[in-house]
């Protein structure tokens, strides 16, 4: 029966319409009597696993880099001939694969249809056919290859005619050893390499011959430096268990070419040839080959592709790895060699304009551009930081010429150099960049890069400030305050714009007070600070010149003499400050001129006099202090009030002077009033409620007032100081519990008696409680333990009687506790030892009786405990005596009545009474 074609039926044809036709397909369908229209029995043979058919799987990089070198062909007479195409393995793969179907067909007939991974193995296979067409295609020369197709296609026409033949008769078992039935079997020897060829003999040779030409064109260029990429899978048929053949051989690592076979005897290898020089056939295809290398168009979508010659990296052997690492090393090594020289010439460059080198002329020209601001003694002196900032600019600035502009830009320059060469700041200069950008948090700029502000305050600058300073003519700022700059300051009468200049905190013996000629030059200047130096003498009268000036602050000097009429000039005064000084004499009425004036500070200086009479003097002012002078007369009185809607004076501070008189009514009415201070005075009469007033804070303090304290206080008063009163009477208001702000009270020395209020309990804020000695009498009320936040409670000397408050207790803030001198009885409470953070107690001269309670050993803070001089017995706990032996408690006083192992002994004054450690016991 007649046999189906499998490469025909429409299954097949569907699987491979994907694909490219490669181009032997037409002539093996047309050999084997195959139309696309024919109509065939859909019936594929399966094919068994061929143990000589191996697929070669390297990776791409080794695999697009190996060809075989000694695959051999069969010829019809016999005979092997070399051949290294991979395309003819290739070819012989496909013969042979139509053989062994056809064979199988015949001795198979009745085995069912392929299955689909046989399928998609045949469709495999011819896609990989395709591809290793177009691979080796795109490394060969478009010549070569042309010719090569056509010999190919006349040997698929021939390999199909015999494809056929063995399909209609079987071929003769004519092989060297026997294989399995229809299969055919290879010699040992040629098993590896050999295939068959169909080609007449003349055109093998030729195909060889053309094969080695092109193996010597690929030698030709790796001995130039450049490697040929031939193509990719090699397929070779070797004998089970055999070590497949490769193109490449390997040594230590690496490829290189296997050895080419002998060329064909009608071209003998001359010894010109054999040195590397082409055969006379070869000269014109190695032209063709520069020409398609050199064409650099290639399009796959064109029928008439042109070819280009890839360019593949060279495959370098160790010599000439080693080359080329040479040639690197000598280029990294020249570079560097370069820019050594270029470093070595800019150095000697600045060297030559060191002070040193060859720089005189550079020199001179700065010499001649400072010479005009700086003696030339001074400048040529290298002990001196003008010598030292000369130098550095003729090193660093080259100047050809003095000019106008050039000396602009240098004073500045060199005004800052000398200025932190003198103070100790050199190490923040930096010659590369401009003076401007050196530290912006000392040097201030405007967009011309003019100097407008130097601020260094606390930065530790020590020695004189130069003179040159004066050159900064834009100068707006100058703030040096809390360093130890010693000297005088400097003139700085070109800096006619400053308006800013602070220099308090330091050592100045003098300042620009002292040069009444430049103080015009300061007429600009607004807030002057000259504070605790060590100026001297009387202030100037030169400085009543600055009329603009608005704050003036000369304290903590040695000041002396008086203050001057002048000082009205300053119209635009706000602030003057002159305490602690030596100021004498009084105080000028002129001062009340000066409507703008907002705070005056006299204090601690040896002022003395009456106050002016004018009463805008203390009342148009928002602070006045003038404490600790020797000031007498009254406080002036403002009878008519005709301005007292201008008196918003907020603190007035009269403290330690010798005035006398009474409290002027006027300061009921000072409705911004929020700090009085009057101690230490003489001033008698009554006390005001100064109801109208926010007051916060009302010393009067060691006074001769009299009567009752006032229940009209304001409630937002926070310190309430009436100590060292004796005339006040008539206790201790009730309303003094509306008073929920107070913070301070001391009405201690004070005639006050009667009893304490149990509203005081209200004063949640109360932090101290100043009450000894006001003739208070009955019990402690037991409301005392609400004032949680009270630190010290000094109720000593007064009439108290009766039990000790144990709601005492509950006042854990509470670090001092004096009832001493009272006459309290019953014992002590043990609620005491709830007091963590008390550290002194004193119970002495009163009548307590009992024993000391044990529990006084929690209190761990104590530093002070008496309570000598009860009736007292018993002995000293074992835990007080642990705070002895630890150290905490420091002073123990206790009766020798009292037995107490960690007591010193009894006084020796009177020893049945004292007993106890630390001062004033034993």
Request: proline letters at 7%; one cysteine or more.
């Amino acid at each position: 029966p007649k046999k189906s074609n499998p490469f025909s039926s429409p299954s097949f044809q569907q699987d491979l319409a994907p694909f490219p036709s490669p181009p032997f397909q037409e002539s093996f369908s047309r050999a084997l009597g195959t139309t696309k229209g024919e109509e065939k029995q859909e019936e594929e043979p399966s094919l068994y696993p061929r143990d000589d058919l191996v697929f070669l799987e390297e990776p791409p990089t080794q695999r697009e880099d190996m060809i075989s070198q000694d695959s051999s062909v069969y010829h019809h007479d016999g005979s092997i001939s070399s051949n290294d195409s991979s395309s003819d393995a290739l070819f012989v793969m496909k013969q042979e694969t139509l053989f062994f179907l056809a064979q199988r067909r015949n001795t198979k007939a009745s085995e069912p249809p392929l299955k689909e991974e046989t399928r998609a193995f045949m469709t495999q296979r011819l896609v990989e056919e395709e591809e290793e067409h177009n691979r080796i295609a795109r490394y060969t020369p478009l010549s070569l290859l042309q010719e090569q197709e056509e010999l190919l296609r006349q040997a698929a026409e021939a390999s199909a005619a015999a494809a056929a033949a063995a399909i209609r008769s079987p071929p003769p078992a004519t092989t060297t050893t026997t294989g399995r039935s229809g299969r055919l079997a290879l010699s040992p020897e040629h098993r590896s390499h050999s295939q068959p060829s169909f080609l007449p003999s003349s055109q093998q040779h030729k195909l060889e011959t053309m094969e080695f030409l092109q193996q010597r064109r690929r030698r030709q260029s790796m001995a130039n430096g450049r490697a040929t990429q031939p193509g990719a899978v090699n397929v070779q048929a070797r004998a089970p268990g055999s070590r497949p053949a490769f193109g490449r051989q390997r040594s230590n690592g690496r490829l290189h070419p296997a050895p080419l076979p002998p060329p064909p005897e009608e071209y003998p290898v001359s010894q010109e040839h054999q040195q590397g020089a082409p055969y006379p056939h070869e000269q014109e295809q190695y032209e063709f080959d520069d020409q398609i290398n050199n064409n650099n168009d290639y399009n796959q979508d064109s029928q008439t592709a042109t070819y280009r010659m890839p360019h593949a990296k060279p495959v370098l052997d160790e010599e000439e790895e080693r080359r080329s690492c040479n040639r690197k090393f000598a280029f990294v090594l020249g570079t560097t060699g370069i820019f050594l020289f270029a470093g070595a010439v800019v150095l000697v460059f600045l060297l030559l304009l060191g002070p040193d080198g060859d720089s005189s002329k550079n020199l001179d020209n700065w010499k001649q551009i400072l010479g005009d601001v700086t003696p030339l003694s001074v400048l040529m002196d290298s002990a001196t930081p003008q010598h030292r900032a000369w130098h550095w600019l003729a090193m660093y600035h080259q100047v050809a010429s003095p000019t106008v502009a050039t000396i602009d830009a240098s004073y500045q320059a060199y005004a800052l150099l000398v200025f932190f060469f003198s103070v100790g700041l050199e190490e923040l200069w930096n010659p590369r960049l401009h003076e401007c950008n050196i530290d912006h948090t000392i040097l201030v700029c405007d967009g011309r890069y003019r100097l407008t502000q130097l601020i260094a305050p606390n930065r530790g600058l020590n020695g004189d400030l130069p003179p040159e300073l004066s050159l900064l003519t834009n100068l707006q700022r100058l703030n040096l305050a809390d360093n130890s700059l010693d000297g005088s300051l400097p003139s700085l009468s070109k800096a006619s714009q400053l308006n800013f200049l602070h220099v308090g905190g330091n050592q100045l013996t003098k300042g620009i007070v002292d040069d009444d000629d430049n103080m015009e030059s300061f007429a600009n200047l607004k807030y002057l600070n000259m504070s605790h130096n060590l100026l001297n003498g009387k202030i100037p009268p030169s400085i009543y010149k600055l009329s603009n000036l608005r704050s003036l602050d000369l304290s903590g000097n040695l000041f002396d003499g008086e203050l001057g009429t002048e000082i009205e000039n300053l119209t635009k005064l706000t602030s003057l400050i002159l305490r602690n000084n030596e100021l004498r004499g009084t105080l000028p009425p002129s001062m009340g001129k000066l409507s703008a004036l907002k705070l005056i500070c006299l204090d601690h200086n040896l002022l003395s006099g009456d106050i002016p009479y004018d009463p805008s003097f203390f009342y148009s002012r928002d602070e006045v202090t003038i404490s600790y002078n020797f000031l007498s007369g009254s406080i002036p009185e403002d009878t008519h009030r005709w301005n007292q809607t201008n008196y918003g004076i907020k603190k007035l501070d009269l403290n330690a002077n010798r005035l006398s008189g009474s409290i002027p009514t006027i300061m009921e009415e000072l409705y911004s009033l929020e700090y009085l201070d009057l101690t230490r005075n003489s001033l008698t009469g009554d006390i005001y409620g100064f109801a109208r007033t926010p007051l916060k804070e009302l010393k009067l303090a060691i006074n001769k007032l009299k009567n009752t304290i006032p229940s009209s206080f304001p409630t937002s008063l926070r310190v309430l100081h009436l100590h060292s009163n004796n005339r006040l009477r008539f206790g201790l208001p009730t309303e003094i519990g509306r008073l929920t702000n107070l913070e301070f009270m001391n009405i201690g020395a004070t005639a006050l008696g009667g009893t304490l209020p149990t509203e005081i309990a209200s004063l949640t804020k109360l932090e101290s409680l100043f009450i000894d000695y006001a003739e208070f009498s009955g019990t402690l009320p037991t409301t005392i333990g609400k004032l949680k936040m009270l630190g010290g409670l000094q109720a000593n000397g007064n009439y108290f009687t009766g039990q000790l408050p144990a709601e005492i207790g509950d006042m854990g803030y509470l670090r001092l506790l004096d009832l001493q001198h009272n006459h309290f009885t019953g014992s002590i409470p043990t609620t005491f030892s709830r007091l963590g953070n008390l550290q002194y107690l004193s119970l002495r001269f009163n009548r307590i009786s009992s024993t000391i309670p044990k529990e006084l050993q929690g209190m761990e803070a104590l530093t002070t405990l008496k309570i000598d001089y009860n009736e007292i017995e018993g002995t000293v706990p074992d835990g007080v005596c642990a705070l002895v032996d630890s150290g905490t408690l420091e002073n123990l006083a206790v009766d020798c009545t009292i037995s107490c192992d960690c007591c010193a002994g009894c006084s020796e004054a009177d020893p049945d009474l004292l007993c106890g450690r630390g001062p004033g016991s034993c």
